[in-house]
C-alpha cells in the first residue's frame, strides 16, 4: 500500500480532530515549505525522521534507447532523501517512507522547479 497525500491528511484529521478540509491544508502547506526550501538550496531536517537535500548530478553518458545512439545527458538537481538512525532498522517501512520522497520530486518537477543547464 502507498501512503498518499489523502492519507497523511485523514491521519491528521483524526488525530487533531480538524475537518478534512483543514488537514488536506495543513499537509498542502507543509509539503510547499519543504518544496520551496529545498528550491532555494537549503536542506531540510526534520530530527528523528531525516534528511532532505537537493544533490547536483553532473554530465553523463547515455543512449537514446529508441535508436541506441549515444549521447550526453545534461548536468541536472535531484532529490535525496537520507533516514534518521534511529529509524535504519525499519527497513521495509521506509520503502513508503521515500515513495513520499518521490511523491515530493514528482511535485517539485510539476512545478517546473528546477531546469537542465
Known amino acids: ?11 491528521v484529521s483524526h488525530k487533531t480532530n480538524h475537518t478534512m478540509d483543514e488537514s488536506a491544508d495543513l499537509v498542502n502547506t507543509l509539503f510547499e515549505i519543504i518544496r520551496q526550501t529545498l528550491e532555494s538550496g537549503e536542506k531540510v ?6 534528511k532532505w537535500s537537493v544533490r547536483t ?4 553518458r ?3 534507447p529508441q535508436t541506441g545512439k549515444p549521447l550526453m545527458l545534461a548536468p541536472r538537481k535531484v532529490v535525496a532523501f537520507k533516514c534518521a538512525s534511529v529509524l535504519r532498522p525499519l527497513a521495509p517501512v ?3 517512507l ?7 520530486l514528482n511535485f517539485m518537477n510539476s512545478k517546473h522547479v528546477y531546469t537542465t543547464q
Open 57 to 60: 548530478k553532473r554530465e553523463r
Open 1 to 11: 500500500m502507498t501512503l498518499t497525500k489523502a492519507d497523511i491528511a485523514r491521519a
Open 98 to 104: 521515500s515513495t513520499i520522497s518521490f511523491a515530493l
Open 94 to 96: 521506509l520503502i513508503r
Open 45 to 50: 531536517l526534520i530530527s528523528g525522521f531525516g
Open 62 to 64: 547515455g543512449r537514446n
